[in-house]
């Protein structure tokens, strides 16, 4: 069964770096893409950008543009996402999700909370 | 980017009520419509694709409909379960959106 592992809770500082990795089973990791969702306390969904596992091709959200690298192993069939210079507002549930042939978002991890706090 | 605008936000019914959400973008994506159903604590889960079409396991009471700008999520008869928070996410854009999210209380 298709299974995404997510690393644990963070907490950060304002202007650090969080990385969270994001581990697959169950599938072919190559053939299929990455997407990365986060929802901040209370609110909404908001679509962070996509990695393709086969080639590494990126696309971010545009007010994500310069703070986050999407990354994958597939050695080790595992995603990464890093955010840099973090703000109180990147406070959320970070999650990972399966991008399936039809560009559907069809099986998401169990989310990392990162909590940035002086 | 494409906006995606869910109404209403909340929703009260009952258990056996029908219920229709609607989803509008503010310029056409075809069918590339999905829906996603959240519970409290959880990572959502896909219900619907393509507009209409129903993901494998999801119960036959939800449906979904719509085109171009204007989509619909129903749910037939509502059951205890199905009280939850609903998304829809536009997938035509390079650049994906999520609606606001519509959350389903009990009356």
């Known amino acids: 069964q298709v299974q995404l592992v997510q690393s644990g809770a963070e907490v950060k500082k304002p202007g650090a770096s969080v990385k969270v990795s994001c581990k697959a089973s169950?599938?072919?990791?190559?053939?299929?893409?990455i997407s990365w969702v986060r929802q901040a306390p209370g609110q909404g969904l908001e679509w962070m950008g996509w990695?393709?596992?086969?080639?590494?091709?990126?696309n971010y959200a545009q007010k994500l543009q310069g703070r986050v690298t999407m990354t994958t192993d597939t050695s080790t069939s595992t995603a990464y996402m890093e955010l840099r210079s973090l703000r109180s507002d990147d406070t959320a549930v970070y999650y990972c999700?399966?991008?399936?042939?039809?560009?559907?978002?069809?099986?998401w991890g169990q989310g990392t909370l990162v909590t940035v706090s002086s | 980017d494409i906006q995606m605008t869910q109404s209403p936000s909340t929703l009260s019914a009952s258990v056996g009520d029908r219920v229709t959400i609607t989803c509008r973008a503010s310029q056409s994506i075809s069918s590339w419509l999905a829906w996603y159903q959240q519970k409290p604590g959880k990572a959502p889960k896909l219900l619907i694709y393509?507009?209409?079409s129903l993901e494998s396991g999801v119960p036959s009471r939800f449906s979904g409909s719509g085109s171009g700008t204007e989509f619909t999520l129903t749910i037939s008869s509502l059951q205890p379960d199905d009280f939850a928070t609903y998304y829809c996410q536009q997938y035509n854009s390079y650049f994906r959106t999520f609606g606001q999210g519509t959350k389903v209380e009990i009356k």
């Open positions: 990695i393709s596992a086969y080639n590494g091709n990126t």
């Open positions: 169950g599938y072919t990791f190559t053939s299929y893409g």
């Open positions: 999700a399966r991008v399936n042939y039809d560009s559907v978002i069809d099986y």
């Open positions: 393509k507009a209409s």
